[in-house]
């Protein structure tokens, strides 16, 4: 199991960028994946963006051109970097990691940072 932090969400107007980190601590070793959900206002938790540990990665298509996804391994560390912001990009951003123990597999969560765009 892992612990994730995130940080760096905030107020910004429409068309400014914003860029998280989530920073992972605990058994990193066994992460085989990261990424990124949110969740608007009366609306269902979503896909972001992910970024496998051998750095391929994948984007919403609501996010494709804006948003980019990058990882420092050596910092256990995933950013999620996102220029062009919209009103509708407005949602709590949640960090997860994804690997394997001897329990099984198991998908980690941080506490969530509000990203809020103003129009």
């Known amino acids: 199991q892992v612990q994730l932090v995130e940080s760096g969400g905030g107020l910004v107007q429409a068309g400014g960028s914003l860029r998280l980190s989530c920073a992972a601590s605990g058994s990193t070793h066994s992460i085989y994946a990261m990424g990124w959900h949110r969740r608007a206002p009366g609306k269902q938790r979503e896909l972001v963006a992910g970024i496998s540990m051998a750095g391929s990665t994948n984007y919403a298509d609501s996010v494709k051109g804006r948003f980019t996804i990058s990882r420092d391994n050596a910092k256990n560390t995933v950013y999620l970097e996102m220029n062009s912001l919209k009103p509708e990009d407005t949602a709590v951003y949640y960090c997860?990691?994804?690997?394997?123990?001897?329990?099984?597999?198991?998908?980690?969560w941080g506490q969530g940072t509000q990203v809020t765009v103003s129009s």
């Open positions: 997860l990691a994804r690997g394997t123990a001897t329990s099984g597999s198991f998908t980690n």
